[in-house]
T-cell receptor, first 112, second 115 residues
Framework: GQQLNQSPQSMFIQEGEDVSMNCTSS?????WLWYKQDPGEGPVLLIA?????ELTSNGRLTAQFGITRKDSFLNISASIPSDVGIYFC????????????FGQGTILTVHP | GAVVSQHPSRVICKSGTSVKIECRSL??????MFWYRQFPKQSLMLMAT?????????EQGVEKDKFLINHASLTLSTLTVTSAHPEDSSFYIC???????????FGSGTRLTVV
């Protein structure tokens, strides 16, 4: 089946630093989604991207839908302790019609 | 808008018993709901897709007789873990979508512990 390769797997940063993570795929997706999951909770949608090349911001978060439709990145600027959690990319479309394909997740730790 | 309520949030059951988990879309009608399983620090693994009024579609390797899914209305889907065993202990998460909406909304998850 389809796979999304998300990197890095984990990050340990100091408060105030910027963070970047990305996802790549061998398949084309029509929609890219970025989710954050806090411990013991379900994922919460951060940003949705619908068009190739689209760059979208949500507060300190910025995400882009790659031109090739096979990749996306998420940047977090000026990180704060509450940014801690697991970030997942997810793709919709491609060969797994109707289902979301998830990346492996990036575990973010922010030291005060 | 687009709130999905999942209940219970935590459940402990004895080995051999069955457990039912509910997933409700509170402010929209969900034509399709998805059930995921997640192990610690891992990604979400899709178990099955349920469509209102029809049988669920299970992913390869998921036992349909062990994980019974019912989607009797446009706002409720249930997952029943039958004859639970310790290896069924996991975090189960549902999500719901409605036609034309790409931002799937997730429930808050259910932590199942089988002792």
């Amino acid at each position: 089946g389809q796979q999304l390769n998300q990197s890095p797997q984990s990050m340990f940063i100091q408060e105030g630093e910027d963070v970047s993570m990305n996802c790549t795929s061998s398949s084309i997706f029509n929609t890219w989604l970025w989710y954050k999951q806090d411990p013991g909770e379900g994922p919460v949608l951060l940003i949705a991207l619908y068009k190739a090349g689209e760059l979208t911001s949500n507060g300190r978060l910025t995400a882009q839908f790659g031109i090739t439709r096979k990749d996306s990145f998420l940047n977090i600027s000026a990180s704060i302790p509450s940014d801690v959690g697991i970030y997942f990319c997810a793709g919709f479309g491609g060969t797994s019609y109707g289902k979301l394909t998830f990346g492996q997740g990036t575990i973010l730790t922010v030291h005060p | 808008g687009a709130v999905v309520s999942q209940h219970p949030s935590r459940v402990i059951c004895k080995s051999g018993t069955s457990v039912k988990i509910e997933c409700r879309s509170l402010d929209f009608q969900a034509t399709t709901m998805f059930w995921y399983r997640q192990f610690p620090k891992q990604s979400l693994m899709l178990m099955a897709t349920s469509n209102e009024g029809s049988k669920a579609t299970y992913e390869q390797g998921v036992e349909k007789d062990k994980f019974l899914i019912n989607h009797a209305s446009l706002t409720l889907s249930t997952l029943t873990v039958t004859s639970a065993h310790p290896e069924d202990s996991s975090f189960y998460i549902c999500s719901a979508s409605t036609k034309g909406v790409y931002g799937y909304t997730f429930g808050s998850g259910t932590r199942l512990t089988v002792v």
